[in-house]
C-alpha cells in the first residue's frame, strides 16, 4: 500500500519561508519521480516542481528561484524549500509519486492528503 506523508506547511506572512517533507513508504522510491502540486480554492490542481531518481528538476515558471524541490533517496523522503512566499502561493500542497515509465501519465501516480499552506499579505 502506497503511503505518502506530507508534513511541513502553516501560516506565514509574505517574504516568509516553509519548508514541506513527504515521506514515501509502499514503493520503490529510486524508481519513482517525485513531485509537489499544488491546488488553490476554485483552481485546478497545478505543478509546482518535480525531481528525477537522479535529481533532474523541473519548476513551475511561478515559483522559479523560489521554491527548491530535493530528495533523499535513502530515506524515501522528498523536501520543498519555499522562500520569498506571496499571497499567491496559499494553496493545499500534495505530494506524488508515479514510476519513472508512468511520468507522462501523473493520473496514475499516488497522492498524499495534502498540507495546507496560507500566505499572509
Known amino acids: 500500500q502506497v503511503q505518502l506523508v506530507e508534513s511541513g506547511g502553516g501560516l506565514v506572512q509574505a517574504g516568509g519561508s516553509l519548508r514541506l517533507s513527504c515521506v514515501a513508504s509502499g514503493i520503490i522510491f529510486s524508481d519513482n519521480l517525485m513531485g509537489w502540486y499544488r491546488q488553490a480554492p476554485g483552481k485546478q490542481r497545478e505543478l509546482v516542481a518535480r525531481i528525477t531518481p537522479g535529481g533532474s528538476t523541473n519548476y513551475a515558471d511561478s515559483v522559479k528561484d523560489r521554491f527548491t524541490i530535493s530528495r533523499v533517496n535513502g530515506q524515501s523522503t522528498i523536501y520543498l524549500q519555499m522562500n520569498s512566499l506571496k499571497p499567491e502561493d496559499t494553496a493545499v500542497y500534495y505530494c506524488?509519486?508515479?514510476?519513472?515509465?508512468?511520468?507522462?501519465?501523473?493520473?496514475?501516480?499516488?497522492w498524499g492528503q495534502g498540507t495546507q499552506v496560507t500566505v499572509s499579505s
Open positions: 506524488h509519486a508515479v514510476q519513472m515509465a508512468l511520468h507522462h501519465l501523473p493520473n496514475l501516480g499516488s
